[in-house]
């Protein structure tokens, strides 16, 4: 492909003389020429240009604001530009190499200088725009592999919150749910992105714990004894050990990869697991300081987890469970309103209320009949 040379000078003469000057590289350069500053500026915003001869001293705009132009512009930046002056200003060309000048030329210029010193510059330019071009293909597959760590992370966690569900009365969509509301809750309350990602990530394993806890507890029908309830509150503690205990056996398996640094497994520094170890820890305490394991209160009970308490006791009270069926919306406002301010933070229950809407439509597209899955936007 030919390149593209823009010559610009405000005397024809002398444009004339490099148009003759370089007949003979007709055959590998699409030469063009411009009598002015204003005019080239124009070619090179309009047409790719790979390479610029331009006079200083012109009427209008001189050399000097051309080249500066060029180079603050993001599209012509790496534009090869080579300076032609007939002054022997020393002060003149410092300038110009400070304004990004790629080669400076004597006027008269000697055309076989002029002929080596552009294929030089284009030369570059064609490396820097492979450079160019290899960095922008590397960005891409780094976007798509952080998009597919997205997309597995995602995976594995809302699995995980499953496997949990499946040990127990709530099933279908119900973690999905609790995940899609809470970051409603979050986003209402002004919470940052980081937050309101997190929590959305973070509240589905909310009940991780219940892989810990026997089946004849687990799934008794009918009212647990008092051992029994505390064996059960145990879910909490367990849950969050699961998610932020000892990393000594993800360090086990990354030791036997030689890939990976067993240094990179520290679950305590990640903000998610974080998050999903205090939402399991405190996902039942109460804001009047009924709840359980700790019977913290107000705002010793972490944010996130009053957030996802809410969310969580709306879904079961919309729900049907073999214990009882879904209430009328009526009836789960009711009850959530006798709640603010008894197990709700009144600061979470005020976002859920201005939050009716979004509640609505996420249990509409996330009904358990429908097909169980993470919707797309849900997802992001
Ligand atoms: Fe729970
Ligand atoms: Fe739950």
Same mark, same amino acid.
């Given at each position: 492909?030919?390149?593209?040379?823009?010559?610009?000078?405000?005397?024809?003469?002398?444009?004339?003389?490099?148009?003759?000057?370089?007949?003979?590289?007709?055959?590998?350069?699409?030469?063009?020429?411009?009598?002015?500053?204003?005019?080239?500026?124009?070619?090179?915003?309009?047409?790719?240009?790979?390479?610029?001869?331009?006079?200083?001293?012109?009427?209008?705009?001189?050399?000097?604001?051309?080249?500066?132009? @060029?180079?603050?512009?993001?599209?012509?930046?790496?534009?090869?530009?080579?300076?032609?002056?007939?002054?022997?200003?020393?002060?003149?060309?410092?300038?110009?190499?400070?304004?990004?000048?790629?080669?400076?030329?004597?006027?008269?210029?000697?055309?076989?200088?002029?002929?080596?010193?552009?294929?030089?510059?284009?030369?570059?330019?064609?490396?820097?725009?492979?450079?160019?071009?290899?960095?922008?293909?590397?960005?891409?597959q780094v976007d798509e592999r952080t998009a597919e760590l997205v997309d597995s992370r995602?995976n594995? @966690?809302?699995?995980?919150?499953?496997?949990?569900?499946?040990?127990?009365?709530?099933?279908?969509?119900?973690?999905?749910?609790?995940?899609?509301?809470?970051?409603?809750?979050?986003?209402?309350?002004?919470?940052?992105?980081?937050?309101?990602?997190? @929590?959305?990530?973070?509240?589905?394993?909310?009940?991780?714990?219940?892989?810990?806890?026997?089946?004849?507890?687990?799934?008794?029908?009918?009212?647990?004894?008092?051992?029994?309830?505390?064996?059960?509150?145990?879910?909490?503690?367990?849950?969050?050990?699961?998610?932020?205990?000892?990393?000594?056996?993800?360090?086990?398996?990354?030791?036997?990869?030689?890939?990976?640094?067993?240094?990179?497994?520290?679950?305590?520094?990640?903000?998610?697991?974080?998050?999903?170890?205090?939402?399991?820890?405190?996902?039942?305490?109460?804001?009047?300081?009924?709840?359980?394991?700790?019977?913290?209160?107000?705002?010793?009970?972490?944010?996130?987890?009053?957030?996802?308490?809410?969310?969580?006791?709306?879904?079961?009270?919309?729900?049907?469970?073999?214990?009882?069926?879904?209430?009328?919306?009526?009836?789960?406002?009711?009850?959530?309103?006798?709640?603010?301010?008894?197990?709700?933070?009144?600061?979470?229950?005020?976002?859920?209320?201005?939050?009716?809407?979004?509640?609505?439509?996420?249990?509409?597209?996330?009904?358990?009949?429908?097909?169980?899955?993470?919707?797309?936007?849900?997802?992001?």
């Amino acid at each position: 492909m030919k390149r593209r040379i823009l010559f610009v000078d405000d005397e024809p003469n002398v444009l004339d003389g490099l148009r003759r000057m370089l007949r003979a590289e007709r055959i590998r350069w699409d030469m063009h020429f411009a009598e002015s500053a204003d005019e080239a500026l124009r070619e090179v915003c309009e047409t790719d240009v790979d390479a610029i001869v331009s006079d200083v001293d012109m009427p209008g705009m001189d050399g000097l604001t051309l080249l500066q132009k @060029i180079r603050g512009t993001d599209r012509t930046r790496d534009i090869p530009v080579i300076i032609l002056t007939g002054r022997n200003d020393s002060g003149l060309k410092r300038r110009a190499l400070d304004l990004g000048a790629s080669d400076l030329l004597n006027k008269p210029v000697d055309s076989q200088d002029l002929v080596a010193r552009l294929r030089s510059a284009i030369r570059l330019k064609e490396h820097q725009d492979r450079l160019k071009d290899q960095n922008a293909v590397l960005e891409r597959q780094v976007d798509e592999r952080t998009a597919e760590l997205v997309d597995s992370r995602l995976n594995i @966690i809302w699995r995980l919150g499953k496997a949990a569900e499946y040990r127990d009365e709530e099933t279908g969509n119900h973690i999905v749910r609790v995940g899609c509301y809470s970051r409603v809750l979050a986003r209402a309350l002004r919470k940052d992105r980081d937050f309101v990602e997190t @929590i959305f990530l973070a509240s589905p394993l909310h009940d991780i714990g219940k892989i810990g806890i026997p089946d004849n507890i687990l799934l008794k029908q009918g009212p647990l004894t008092l051992e029994e309830r505390g064996i059960m509150q145990r879910h909490c503690a367990i849950g969050a050990d699961i998610l932020c205990g000892d990393a000594r056996p993800g360090i086990a398996i990354l030791s036997q990869n030689p890939d990976r640094s067993p240094a990179s497994v520290k679950p305590a520094d990640n903000a998610m697991m974080k998050m999903a170890a205090s939402i399991a820890m405190t996902h039942h305490e109460r804001w009047n300081g009924t709840g359980y394991p700790a019977g913290l209160s107000g705002e010793a009970i972490p944010l996130e987890s009053r957030i996802v308490a809410l969310a969580d006791v709306y879904d079961a009270l919309c729900s049907e469970r073999p214990y009882k069926p879904p209430f009328t919306e009526a009836r789960v406002m009711e009850l959530m309103n006798e709640e603010a301010g008894r197990h709700f933070d009144p600061l979470v229950f005020g976002a859920f209320e201005r939050s009716l809407e979004e509640f609505r439509s996420i249990r509409a597209d996330l009904s358990d009949v429908a097909l169980c899955h993470l919707p797309q936007e849900c997802a992001t």
